[in-house]
Each structure stands twice: as C-alpha cells, then as structure tokens.
C-alpha cells in the first residue's frame, strides 16, 4: 500500500499548515478575502434573494434558476428584492473573461461553433446562473465572447479546442484578474 507525503508527515507529528490565501472568499476563522469582485457584497447576500432582472434566488447560501424556489420565495415576506452579480456585470459591461476566437475555420464553421458556444454558457449557467456570456461581438477578422465570470471563459476555450482543435492560450492578468482566452485555427 502506498502512503502519500502528506500522511507520512502527519504520523511523524508534524504540523502541516495549508495556504488558506487561495481558496474561496471567506473571510471566516481570520483567512484573507482572495475574491476581489467588486459586485458581491463583502458582507454577503440577505437569504433569502430573489433577482429582479433574471428571476434567479439566492436561497441557502446558492444562487439557483429553479422557477419553483423562485415562486415559492416569492410569496415569502421576508425576502430581499436585489440585482444579482450577474445582472449587474451584463448592465456595466464588466466582463471577467474575454474569449477570442479567430481564424478561418471559425468562418467556416461558424454557425457550429456559435451552437456549441451557447449550449455550453446555458449548461454553466444552469449550474450558476451567475455565469454567463454578456456579449458577443465581431471585430474584424475575429469573434469575442465576454463573460461574467473567468472559469467559465476558461471552460469554453477548452471545449472549442476539445471539438474543433487548434491552438488555446489561456492567461489570467490585470488587477482584478480577467481570464483571456485565445484560440485560433487556420484549416
């Protein structure tokens, strides 16, 4: 049987410490707010939510796009009326991702594309409804896609290149970080 680093370590008694700087935006038990997204609240959400714009809810600490929460919530007296994250990105333009495509097979398999672009935003955002495409734009010899959210730019980079091959480079930078996603494919 095979014994990991990590459980060694551990049954010779040393204290192993984790980075907690990466993981989430909890600021609970004294760990450091890592999330920098300026439309979540620092203080968190009223639960229950419902938004006004997209007819999401936000119950149980999830944003979810369940009609049937949504009517059941929406006879509850207590709950807030708000605009989620998502909404108000798609209202100022505020992209997390940018996804840009180019290349001539993208003109010629357009239309493909552009279906299994949208079939893939409607699966992420069916799991959370806070992710979504905001735009989608042509500029000359290339396609942007802007997202409100930077894992799902990320993901549909890698699903055109699962399909449709070609060369992806994917890059986080900038202050807050936005994931930019090229992909490419001559013939």
């Known amino acids: 049987m095979k014994v990991s680093r990590a459980f060694r370590f551990q049954q010779k008694g040393a204290i192993m410490t984790m980075n907690s700087n990466k993981f989430g935006i909890s600021d609970k038990r004294?760990?450091?707010r890592t999330s920098v997204d300026a439309f979540l609240p620092h203080e968190g959400f009223k639960d229950p939510s419902l938004c006004t714009s997209c007819k999401s809810s936000y119950h149980h600490k999830r944003w979810s796009c369940d009609e049937e929460i949504y009517r059941e919530l929406e006879l509850?007296?207590?709950v807030s009326h708000i605009t989620c994250p998502a909404c108000q990105k798609i209202a100022a333009g505020y992209p997390e991702g940018i996804v840009t495509l180019r290349g001539d097979y993208l003109w010629e398999h357009e239309q493909e594309i552009l279906r299994l672009l949208d079939n893939v935003?409607?699966?992420?955002?069916?799991?959370?409804?806070?992710?979504?495409v905001i735009r989608t734009i042509r500029e000359e010899d290339r396609l942007v896609i802007e997202t409100t959210e930077e894992k799902l730019a990320a993901h549909l980079g890698r699903v055109i290149k699962r399909a449709h091959k070609g060369e992806l480079k994917i890059s986080w930078a900038g202050n807050p970080d936005i994931c930019r996603v090229n992909w490419e494919r001559q013939q």
């Open 76 to 78: 509850n007296p207590a």
């Open 121 to 132: 935003e409607q699966e992420a955002s069916a799991k959370n409804p806070l992710e979504r």
């Open 30 to 32: 004294g760990r450091t």
